[in-house]
C-alpha cells in the first residue's frame, strides 16, 4: 500500500484548511494551532484516520493526555489493520511502555511490509542509527511522509552526539551530507520550520551565509516562537556588522530562553561575543584572549568581590544553556572567559552579544580529556556543558576582580 501524508500548500489559510492546514500547521511546530484545522476535517470527514492520529499526537504533545487518548483509540477504530496496530503502539507509547509500544510497531511491519506507516513510526521510535536510516528509506520507496523521513535523515546525519568531538573537517562533512536531505524535507514540506533552522546553521557552519540567512528568515516567519533561528540571524548581522539588527535578535532569543543572571555592566567589546569562536593559545579554537577584553560603565551598586586573578582560561558553551544548540549547531556557541583567583574561587566573565557583561561566581566540574590537546569539558551547577581551554593564561599581579570590572 503507497500512500502520502501530504503537505502540500492549500489555498485559503496561509497553511491551507483542514487537513492539509492542520498536518502543515502541525510540521511548523504549533500542535496546539493545528488542532481547529484537525478537528473541522473530523467534522466533515469523521473516518480519516491520519486527521484523528495527528490531532491524538497534537494533544499529547501539549499536554492533553485524556484528549491524546480519546483521538488515538478512535483512529484505531477507524483505520484500516495496519493503521489499527500503529495507532495501539502510540497508546501504549503515552502509557510508557517502550517495549510493548516498539513491538507492536515491528508487528505492522511483519504484517502490513507494503504499508510506510508502519515502518516511519518504528524508525521514529529506534535510536539506533543504522536502522533508522534503513527504515526511513523503506518508508520513502513507499511514500509515506517522504519529506519527513528526508528531515529525521538529514538531523540524524548531524548526529545528537557532541560535535566538538569531531574535527572541523569531520563536521563539515556531516553538514554537507545533510543538506540534501533537508532540501527534499522542505521541496515536500516548505512549512518544516526545524528543517529550516537546521539547514541554516548547517550552510553557516560550511560558510554559505546568504543561504543560512535565506532558511533563518524563513523559520521565523513561519513560527517565530522557534527563536534558535533568531540567534542564527543575530550571528549573521554581527558578521555583516549589523549591530542594532544582532542586539535585537540576540534580546529575542535570551528573552525566551536565557535566565536573568548578575548583571556587572554594559559596553566594552566584551570577551569575545558569539559565533565559532576564535582561536585561543592552546590550540583548543574557542575564542579570544584574555587581554582583548574590556568592560566600562561599572555598576557601583554591585558588591565586586577584591580577589586577585591568578590565571583566566577561554571557555564556550550553548547559549541560553540549552544543550541542543551547541550539540546539534556546533557553532551556535558563546565565547567567555573563567577566571581563578590566587585563593582558588572561579567565576565566569562573559558577553552577551547586546553590549551587556555578567560576572558569575562558579563551582567547576572539571571531565578531563584523555586525547592530547582537547579542550576539558566543564559542567557547571546547572547542567550546561561548557569546553575549557588546557591551560590558559597567567594574569600578572595586581588584576584583580575589580579592577577588571572598573576598566
Same mark, same amino acid.
Given at each position: 500500500?503507497?500512500?502520502?501524508?501530504?503537505?502540500?500548500? =492549500?489555498?485559503?489559510?496561509?497553511?491551507?484548511?483542514?487537513?492539509?492546514?492542520?498536518?502543515?500547521?502541525?510540521?511548523?511546530?504549533?500542535?496546539?494551532?493545528?488542532?481547529?484545522?484537525?478537528?473541522?476535517?473530523?467534522?466533515?470527514?469523521?473516518? %480519516?484516520?491520519?486527521?484523528?492520529?495527528?490531532?491524538?499526537?497534537?494533544?499529547?504533545?501539549?499536554?492533553?493526555?485524556?484528549?491524546?487518548? %480519546?483521538?488515538?483509540?478512535?483512529?484505531?477504530?477507524?483505520?484500516?489493520?495496519?493503521?489499527?496496530?500503529?495507532?495501539?503502539?502510540?497508546?501504549?507509547?503515552?502509557?510508557?511502555?517502550?517495549?510493548?509500544?516498539?513491538?507492536?510497531?515491528?508487528?505492522?511491519?511483519?504484517?502490513?511490509?507494503?504499508?510506510? &506507516?508502519?515502518?516511519?513510526?518504528?524508525?521514529?521510535?529506534?535510536?539506533?542509527?543504522?536502522?533508522?536510516?534503513?527504515?526511513?528509506?523503506?518508508?520513502? =520507496?513507499?511514500?509515506?511522509?517522504?519529506?519527513?523521513? %528526508?528531515?529525521?535523515? +538529514?538531523?540524524?546525519?548531524?548526529?545528537?552526539?557532541?560535535?566538538?568531538?569531531?574535527?572541523?573537517?569531520?563536521?563539515?562533512?556531516?553538514?554537507?551530507?545533510?543538506?540534501?536531505?533537508?532540501?527534499?524535507?522542505?521541496?515536500?514540506?516548505?512549512?518544516?520550520?526545524?528543517?529550516?533552522?537546521?539547514?541554516?546553521?548547517?550552510?553557516?557552519?560550511?560558510?554559505?551565509?546568504?543561504?543560512?540567512?535565506?532558511?533563518?528568515?524563513?523559520?521565523?516567519?513561519?513560527?517565530?516562537?522557534?527563536?534558535?533561528?533568531?540567534?542564527?540571524?543575530?550571528?549573521?548581522?554581527?558578521?555583516?556588522?549589523?549591530?542594532?539588527?544582532?542586539?535585537?535578535?540576540?534580546?529575542?532569543?535570551?528573552?525566551?530562553?536565557?535566565?536573568?543572571?548578575?548583571?556587572?555592566?554594559?559596553?566594552?567589546?566584551?570577551? +569575545?561575543?558569539?559565533?565559532?569562536?576564535?582561536?585561543?593559545?592552546?590550540?583548543?579554537?574557542?575564542?579570544?584572549?584574555?587581554?582583548?577584553?574590556?568592560?566600562?560603565?561599572?555598576?557601583?551598586?554591585?558588591?565586586?568581590?577584591?580577589?586577585? &586573578?591568578?590565571?583566566?582560561?577561554?571557555?564556550?558553551?550553548?547559549?541560553?544553556?540549552?544543550?541542543?544548540?551547541?550539540?546539534?549547531?556546533?557553532?551556535?556557541?558563546?565565547?567567555?572567559?573563567?577566571?581563578?583567583?590566587?585563593?582558588?574561587?572561579?567565576?565566569?566573565?562573559?558577553?552577551?552579544?547586546?553590549?551587556?557583561?555578567?560576572?558569575?561566581?562558579?563551582?567547576?566540574?572539571?571531565?578531563?580529556?584523555?586525547?592530547?590537546?582537547?579542550?576539558?569539558?566543564?559542567?557547571?551547577?546547572?547542567?550546561?556543558?561548557?569546553?575549557?581551554?588546557?591551560?590558559?593564561?597567567?594574569?600578572?599581579?595586581?588584576?584583580?576582580?575589580?579592577?577588571?570590572?572598573?576598566?
Amino acid at each position: 500500500m503507497s500512500r502520502m501524508v501530504g503537505a502540500s500548500g =492549500g489555498s485559503g489559510a496561509r497553511f491551507g484548511t483542514g487537513f492539509t492546514g492542520g498536518i502543515n500547521t502541525f510540521w511548523s511546530c504549533n500542535k496546539a494551532g493545528a488542532i481547529p484545522h484537525f478537528t473541522e476535517h473530523i467534522n466533515s470527514n469523521p473516518r %480519516h484516520f491520519d486527521s484523528w492520529m495527528f490531532r491524538g499526537i497534537s494533544h499529547s504533545i501539549i499536554g492533553e493526555h485524556d484528549k491524546a487518548v %480519546h483521538d488515538l483509540q478512535t483512529a484505531a477504530s477507524v483505520g484500516s489493520p495496519c493503521e489499527k496496530l500503529v495507532a495501539d503502539a502510540k497508546l501504549l507509547e503515552l502509557q510508557g511502555k517502550a517495549s510493548q509500544c516498539l513491538s507492536t510497531y515491528k508487528d505492522a511491519i511483519q504484517k502490513y511490509p507494503s504499508d510506510g &506507516i508502519g515502518w516511519f513510526w518504528t524508525a521514529m521510535t529506534l535510536s539506533e542509527c543504522q536502522e533508522r536510516s534503513e527504515l526511513f528509506k523503506r518508508a520513502i =520507496g513507499l511514500n509515506y511522509m517522504p519529506y519527513e523521513c %528526508h528531515y529525521q535523515l +538529514g538531523s540524524q546525519c548531524l548526529g545528537n552526539d557532541n560535535p566538538l568531538e569531531d574535527t572541523q573537517s569531520q563536521y563539515n562533512d556531516k553538514c554537507t551530507k545533510a543538506i540534501p536531505d533537508f532540501n527534499a524535507c522542505l521541496q515536500g514540506n516548505p512549512y518544516r520550520t526545524v528543517c529550516h533552522i537546521e539547514l541554516g546553521f548547517a550552510h553557516l557552519q560550511l560558510n554559505h551565509v546568504q543561504e543560512a540567512k535565506q532558511c533563518f528568515e524563513k523559520a521565523v516567519d513561519l513560527n517565530p516562537v522557534l527563536t534558535d533561528s533568531n540567534a542564527g540571524l543575530a550571528l549573521i548581522y554581527e558578521h555583516e556588522g549589523n549591530h542594532l539588527k544582532a542586539k535585537l535578535n540576540w534580546e529575542i532569543y535570551r528573552n525566551s530562553v536565557e535566565p536573568r543572571e548578575q548583571r556587572v555592566g554594559s559596553g566594552g567589546s566584551g570577551s +569575545g561575543g558569539s559565533g565559532s569562536g576564535g582561536s585561543g593559545n592552546d590550540g583548543s579554537g574557542i575564542g579570544p584572549l584574555f587581554d582583548q577584553m574590556s568592560l566600562a560603565d561599572k555598576d557601583d551598586s554591585l558588591k565586586i568581590p577584591n580577589e586577585e &586573578i591568578a590565571r583566566v582560561y577561554v571557555a564556550r558553551r550553548a547559549l541560553g544553556g540549552l544543550k541542543s544548540l551547541l550539540l546539534k549547531y556546533r557553532l551556535l556557541a558563546h565565547s567567555a572567559v573563567i577566571l581563578e583567583t590566587r585563593i582558588g574561587n572561579y567565576y565566569i566573565l562573559e558577553y552577551m552579544g547586546d553590549s551587556t557583561v555578567y560576572l558569575k561566581k562558579i563551582e567547576l566540574n572539571v571531565v578531563h580529556t584523555q586525547e592530547k590537546g582537547k579542550p576539558h569539558q566543564v559542567i557547571m551547577v546547572d547542567g550546561v556543558p561548557w569546553t575549557k581551554q588546557l591551560h590558559g593564561k597567567a594574569v600578572s599581579a595586581g588584576w584583580t576582580l575589580e579592577k577588571v570590572c572598573s576598566q
